[in-house]
């Protein structure tokens, strides 16, 4: 399977010790660095993920970032033995004092090893979409369609999820990554890379807790609606609130519990 290898382990139960293959979810580094007029470069930070859609993460990490407002900003990209390497335009915002990573980026942190995060809180500044309604049935759609196509974490329990849907329901695009941000960003990477942005028009769900940094990426993409199957922060709750994102959580088979933009949610 794809994003997975095999690893040994025993099996101790009740009935004795069995040692058997298990598949196990990727996490590998991958180094991300920015060109200047072809000259000068500057390391971004290493963060830790599952190989594939290399291309989308580095691109969605870069408009997270603030460092690219469109695909335009980007001259080129090569991604290669786990380095990734963008040539910027001079459109790019980049500033080395603030977009630089002092430490590696986790699989479970999408904003560890940034200096500040104030650059961060400040790049949602687009208007979210207010047309977008959905109801109970959709997200039930949604979460079901979700986990049938969560292959990799079928076959090993360790990878997360981000997906986007139509307003009925309909899955367009999933991705997985050992880190919610990384899976998070491939996605908002290959709306990037054909684009697509802002998603106006899109419910975007994740299949763990809803952080502060996923909230960010989802506004910065433009998606009205992100659905958790986990809890939220109160950060990422504030954040919401603040800039108009529908944000619900704890989603369930015909529950939901919404924490910003109710009106979306129909009864």
């Not at 684009?195 to 028009?201: H, R, V």
């Amino acid at each position: 399977m794809e994003g997975s290898h095999e690893r040994d382990s025993a099996r101790i139960n009740d009935s004795g010790i069995e040692r058997v293959p298990d598949s196990i979810v990727i996490e590998r580094a991958l180094e991300i660095s920015v060109e200047i007029d072809d000259s000068d470069t500057y390391p971004l930070g290493v963060t830790m993920r599952t190989p594939g859609s290399d291309t989308e993460l580095v691109l969605g990490f870069l408009l997270s970032e603030g460092i690219i407002q469109n695909i335009h900003d980007v001259k080129g990209l090569s991604v290669g033995d786990d380095k990734g390497v963008v040539s910027l335009a001079q459109s790019s915002t980049f500033d080395p004092d603030v977009h630089s990573r002092m430490s590696t980026i986790s699989s479970s942190c999408g904003v560890c090893g940034r200096i500040s995060v104030d650059g961060m809180l400040n790049n949602p500044d687009s208007a979210i979409c207010d047309d977008l309604k959905i109801n109970l049935d959709t997200v039930n759609a949604c979460i079901i369609s979700m986990k049938q196509h969560q292959t990799l974490f079928k076959f090993t329990g360790g990878s997360h999820a981000t997906a986007s849907f139509t307003p009925e329901g309909d899955l367009e695009r999933i991705y997985e990554d050992i880190g919610r941000h990384n899976s998070m960003d491939k996605l908002v990477g290959s709306y990037l890379s054909d684009c697509n942005l802002p998603i106006t028009d899109r419910i975007v769900v994740v299949s763990g807790r809803a952080s502060f940094d996923l909230v960010q990426k989802a506004l910065v993409a433009g998606f009205p609606i992100m659905v958790s199957i986990g809890a939220p922060s109160t950060m990422a709750i504030d954040m919401a609130n603040e800039h108009g994102l529908t944000l619900a959580c704890f989603a369930k088979s015909r529950s939901i519990s919404v924490f910003s933009g109710t009106s979306r949610i129909e009864i």
